[in-house]
Structures are given as structure tokens and as C-alpha cells.
């Protein structure tokens, strides 16, 4: 797949991690209340979202939409987790997350992707290959939601960049959920992803999981997992006895 930006992953972590951050934050709209910032990282700048809202709820909890959900979690270290897995995977379709304080809190910074809209803000009318491409890189999306659970993929948390038909996942505070089950969007629909992909989903094991987002996750949800990994696993093996492999193991760009 398509790296996200020109200079390298190791150069954005590098400034994110590092790089001055410059006054001011505008305040993005959202509920979590991120804030965009610019940071000086020698003779360039880059703009990021600082994201430090941290919440947990034990048993039963009320959204305020009046959904009940059962130990609730809206973490900033997701995002550093969501990065990480991303790149395990070879996906590079999350922007890179750091962990960073600012303004005397914890939190993380997240590289803003230039030259991308809202899912739901798209404009233009996409070529028939354009449209296979995207159709595709939304089944990885639907796919990662499912390994991680996430429960906020909304249109405003998938970017597109509308001249190169390209998909970007932002947005996974709300993820790594305790269970057991597939998402419907991922079960109903069809699979492409390339193989190299597939063979390092199948090769997440718990020793790896603990050294890649020990600190970020619980020992608890990297084993939960492993379960979706295995189901996941199970529903591409019968894609790939359906329609064989080559119709299964197709990268976005073909």
C-alpha cells in the first residue's frame, strides 16, 4: 500500500515525539474536544490532533445517546495502539499516533493527513477502477474495526483523498472492546486484502501482541483479539474456498 506522507514513518514519529509545539490549538469539533496544533520540527512544520481524553466505566454505562454499552472505555492510548497494529499489519491506512504531553496533560498526537475529506464530505464521482480500489481498502477498514473492535467508524472518522481514491482510518479511542464477536458490516460483506496482509494477521500470537501494546491495551482485550483474529481468519478461508484466492488476495491499487 501507499505510505500516508512523503518523509518517513520514523521521521513523523521523530517530530511528533520531539518536534516544538507552536501556541495556540484550534479546538476541532467532536465530543472528545481534540485540538489542532502545529509543530516546528527543524525547517519544516506539520500539523497534528492532540487527543488526551481518558475515560473508563466499570459495568453498565449510559451514552449520551441514551445507549447502554458495558465497560465503556474512550482512550487517547488507542490511537498509539490502532498505529502500531496498522503497521504490524502493513496497512498503512492510520496516521501516525504518538504519546505526547501537552498543556500539563497526557495524551497523543496524531499526524493530520493533508489533502483528505470526510468520508461523508466527498465530492467527485470516481472512475469504475476508482471505485473497485476504494470498495476495497473499505473492506481492510471494515476488517481492522473488527480485530480491534471499534465502535465509533462513522464517515467522519474515514478520510478519503479524493485524487488518488485513497481510504484513511482515523479516530479509534473508542476500540479494543472485550469481545468475542464479529462486527455485522465486516460479516456481511465481502474480503480483499493482500496476501502478504493475511500472512501477518495469521501471525499475531499474545507473546507479540504484549511487546507490540503492553502499556496501551490490557492483557484482557490483546487476548480477545486473538479470538476476532481467529474468527476473521475463518471467514477469509471460506472467501478464499468461494471464489479463490485470486479473487481474495487483491491489493486496493488493482
Known amino acids: 500500500m501507499n505510505p500516508l506522507v512523503a518523509e518517513s514513518r520514523s521521521e513523523m514519529e521523530e517530530c511528533l515525539a520531539k518536534g516544538k509545539i507552536l501556541k495556540g490549538g484550534e479546538e476541532l469539533i467532536g465530543l472528545t474536544k481534540p485540538l489542532k496544533v502545529e509543530l516546528e520540527c527543524g525547517d519544516k512544520k506539520q500539523t497534528a490532533?492532540?487527543?488526551?481524553?481518558?475515560?473508563?466505566?466499570?459495568?453498565?454505562?449510559?451514552?449520551?445517546?441514551?445507549?447502554?454499552?458495558?465497560?465503556?472505555?474512550?482512550?487517547?492510548?488507542?490511537?498509539?495502539?490502532?498505529?502500531?497494529?496498522?503497521?504490524?499489519?502493513?496497512?498503512?491506512?492510520?496516521?501516525?499516533?504518538?504519546?505526547?504531553?501537552?498543556?500539563?496533560k497526557d495524551g497523543v498526537l496524531v499526524a493530520w493527513i493533508p489533502d483528505a475529506v470526510h468520508q461523508d464530505r466527498v465530492t467527485r464521482t470516481f472512475?469504475?477502477?476508482?471505485?473497485?480500489?476504494?470498495?476495497?481498502?473499505?473492506?481492510?477498514?471494515?476488517?481492522?474495526?473488527?480485530?480491534?473492535?471499534?465502535?465509533?467508524?462513522?464517515?467522519?472518522?474515514?478520510?478519503?483523498?479524493?485524487?488518488?481514491?485513497?481510504?484513511?482510518?482515523?479516530?479509534?479511542?473508542?476500540?479494543?472492546?472485550?469481545?468475542?464477536?464479529?462486527?455485522?458490516?465486516?460479516?456481511?460483506?465481502?474480503?480483499?486484502?493482500?496476501?502478504?496482509?493475511?500472512?501477518?494477521?495469521?501471525?499475531?500470537?499474545?507473546?507479540?501482541?504484549?511487546?507490540?501494546?503492553?502499556g496501551l491495551t490490557t492483557r484482557g482485550q490483546r487476548k480477545m483479539m486473538l479470538v476476532r483474529r481467529d474468527l476473521i481468519v475463518e471467514k477469509i478461508e471460506r472467501e478464499r474456498q468461494e471464489f479463490g484466492d485470486e479473487k481474495v488476495f487483491v491489493s486496493p491499487g488493482r
Open 49 to 104: 490532533v492532540f487527543k488526551s481524553l481518558d475515560v473508563h466505566k466499570q459495568g453498565l454505562y449510559t451514552l449520551a445517546n441514551g445507549k447502554q454499552v458495558f465497560n465503556f472505555s474512550d482512550c487517547f492510548e488507542y490511537e498509539r495502539a490502532a498505529y502500531l497494529l496498522d503497521q504490524e499489519l502493513g496497512l498503512n491506512m492510520v496516521p501516525v499516533a504518538v504519546l505526547r504531553r501537552y498543556r500539563g
Open 127 to 214: 472512475s469504475a477502477p476508482e471505485t473497485a480500489s476504494m470498495t476495497r481498502q473499505l473492506s481492510i477498514v471494515h476488517m481492522f474495526d473488527s480485530l480491534i473492535y471499534n465502535t465509533d467508524r462513522r464517515p467522519p472518522n474515514t478520510l478519503v483523498n479524493e485524487s488518488k481514491a485513497r481510504v484513511y482510518m482515523i479516530d479509534h479511542t473508542q476500540s479494543f472492546r472485550e469481545k468475542k464477536e464479529l462486527q455485522e458490516e465486516f460479516l456481511q460483506g465481502r474480503i480483499w486484502l493482500p496476501e502478504e496482509t493475511y500472512s501477518r494477521l495469521k501471525a499475531l500470537d499474545l507473546e507479540g501482541l504484549n511487546e507490540l501494546l503492553g
